[in-house]
């Protein structure tokens, strides 16, 4: 059965063939290959005749789609304490606004020579 299914990075698919479920981590349009990630983690290649030879079929991401990432914890996923606040993004603004506001700075040296 020949695949319908065009390559997409960050998808996943199912051959039937195999009863693999695998993502498309790269596609090398040069040398015409997809680089595929299998859900257990290993790594292989595949020219585009093969892919559309296979009976290759895009599914939905597996529930736990971590599967091929190396040591990654459920945890990890969503790091508490690493959301933006407005106010993360506003301190650097507002840091160089002040600077601005405070206008040029003179060393000792500098004022010295003015009022000579």
């Not at 698919?13 to 997809?34: G, N, P, R, W």
Request: glycine share 6%; hydrophobic share 30%.
């Amino acid at each position: 059965m020949a695949s319908k299914a065009d390559p997409v990075i960050g998808e996943w698919y199912h051959s039937t063939e195999k009863a693999e479920k695998f993502m498309v981590t790269t596609i090398d349009d040069h040398s015409d290959t997809v680089e595929i990630q299998y859900f257990d983690g290993n790594v292989d290649e595949m020219d585009l005749t093969t892919w559309y030879a296979l009976g290759i079929e895009h599914i939905e991401a597996p529930e736990d789609w971590t599967g091929p990432m190396d040591n990654i914890e459920k945890d990890d996923l969503n790091p508490v304490g690493t959301e933006m606040r407005r106010e993360d993004w506003e301190a650097p603004y507002q840091e160089e606004d002040e600077k601005l506001r405070a206008g040029p700075r003179i060393s000792d040296d500098e004022e010295q020579e003015f009022k000579e």
